[in-house]
């Protein structure tokens, strides 16, 4: 809700008789102005403002010859608002009287060169918020230079580029106002921090793959000295079990010895049998 400073807090001149209210059916939209002191001096404090309302009320009324100070509201760098015509009333800055009817007029008090504060367009956003309920079919928000039939450089680059973002659009966040310096550093920070995390990911999965391939070739390495060792006592079992009998000495002590087979004959040893044995002795002797 914005709290509209009256015409009492500048000590405002009354009105002569002018145009009336505004035709709630044929207004469009808002448009913003600037007023074009070609100073750079800033009028930033309270009393500074009401001084510079003063000033201009009087060259409109008395320059001019208009009935009173152009404008419907002025907002200021504090963001404080200023009733000047009031919202109801028809202005008489925007050109002739067919623009006039058919938009309102906002005054941003900035001078040459000069941004638009955050407390600026915060209320100049609430001050359109207003605007639109009395004037539902006003959406639209223009810079002084796009509607005036004479050509001018109101309200100036900054609040011009300021509409064109969208910054006095009711419902715009604040977290949006950036120059473009700022979106573009905002972009570098966004990218280098986007490049170390790619960099740092990079490095820690080759750390891990790394680490994944060296526990791969230990256990290929276990698994191929397991199988050779088990290959090789197969491949011993079956060398002995094809051997020779005269091998048998050399056969691992675990061997079970050669049993007969049954209903066989014993073999005999294959010595001479001598049948006269010498004078004296006995077969079992001789043997």
Request: hydrophobic share 35%; aromatic share 6%.
């Given at each position: 809700?914005?709290?509209?400073?009256?015409?009492?807090?500048?000590?405002?001149?009354?009105?002569?008789?002018?145009?009336?209210?505004?035709?709630?059916?044929?207004?469009?939209?808002?448009?913003?102005?600037?007023?074009?002191?070609?100073?750079?001096?800033?009028?930033?404090?309270?009393?500074?403002?009401?001084?510079?309302l003063r000033g201009?009320?009087?060259?409109?009324?008395?320059t001019r010859g208009?009935?009173?100070?152009?404008?419907?509201?002025?907002?200021?760098?504090?963001?404080?608002?200023?009733?000047?015509?009031?919202?109801?009333?028809?202005?008489?800055?925007?050109?002739?009287?067919?623009?006039?009817?058919?938009?309102?007029?906002?005054?941003?008090?900035?001078?040459?060169?000069?941004?638009?504060?955050?407390?600026?367009?915060?209320?100049?956003?609430?001050?359109?918020?207003?605007?639109?309920?009395?004037?539902?079919?006003?959406?639209?928000?223009?810079?002084?230079?796009?509607?005036?039939?004479?050509?001018?450089?109101?309200?100036?680059?900054?609040?011009?580029?300021?509409?064109?973002?969208?910054?006095?659009?009711?419902?715009?966040?604040?977290?949006?106002?950036?120059?473009?310096?700022?979106?573009?550093?905002?972009?570098?920070?966004?990218?280098?921090?986007?490049?170390?995390?790619?960099?740092?990911?990079?490095?820690?999965?080759?750390?891990?793959?790394?680490?994944?391939?060296?526990?791969?070739?230990?256990?290929?390495?276990?698994?191929?000295?397991?199988?050779?060792?088990?290959?090789a006592a197969r491949?011993?079992?079956?060398?002995?079990?094809?051997?020779?009998?005269?091998?048998?000495?050399?056969?691992?002590?675990?061997?079970?010895?050669?049993?007969?087979?049954?209903?066989?004959?014993?073999?005999?040893?294959?010595?001479?049998?001598?049948?006269?044995?010498?004078?004296?002795?006995?077969?079992?002797?001789?043997?």
């Amino acid at each position: 809700m914005v709290n509209y400073l009256p015409r009492s807090a500048w000590n405002a001149r009354p009105p002569k008789d002018g145009p009336g209210n505004l035709t709630v059916s044929r207004v469009e939209g808002a448009v913003i102005h600037w007023p074009g002191t070609g100073s750079t001096k800033v009028i930033h404090t309270q009393a500074a403002v009401a001084s510079a309302l003063r000033g201009w009320q009087d060259y409109h009324m008395d320059t001019r010859g208009w009935s009173d100070i152009a404008y419907q509201v002025a907002v200021d760098q504090s963001g404080r608002a200023w009733t000047l015509r009031g919202l109801r009333t028809q202005s008489g800055a925007n050109g002739d009287n067919d623009v006039n009817e058919r938009y309102g007029a906002i005054l941003l008090v900035l001078v040459t060169g000069e941004q638009p504060s955050a407390a600026m367009k915060a209320t100049t956003r609430a001050v359109i918020a207003d605007f639109r309920k009395l004037y539902p079919r006003g959406t639209a928000i223009r810079p002084h230079s796009a509607v005036r039939p004479e050509p001018t450089d109101c309200p100036g680059d900054p609040a011009r580029a300021a509409i064109a973002r969208g910054d006095f659009t009711p419902g715009h966040s604040e977290d949006d106002d950036m120059t473009p310096a700022q979106m573009q550093e905002l972009k570098n920070f966004i990218e280098a921090r986007s490049q170390a995390y790619a960099l740092w990911v990079h490095k820690q999965l080759r750390r891990d793959l790394t680490a994944v391939v060296k526990a791969y070739a230990l256990d290929i390495k276990n698994y191929e000295r397991q199988t050779d060792a088990a290959d090789a006592a197969r491949a011993a079992a079956a060398v002995w079990a094809t051997a020779p009998k005269n091998l048998a000495a050399d056969a691992p002590s675990q061997q079970e010895p050669e049993v007969p087979e049954p209903n066989t004959d014993p073999k005999l040893e294959d010595q001479p049998l001598d049948p006269f044995p010498p004078v004296g002795t006995s077969a079992s002797e001789s043997e």
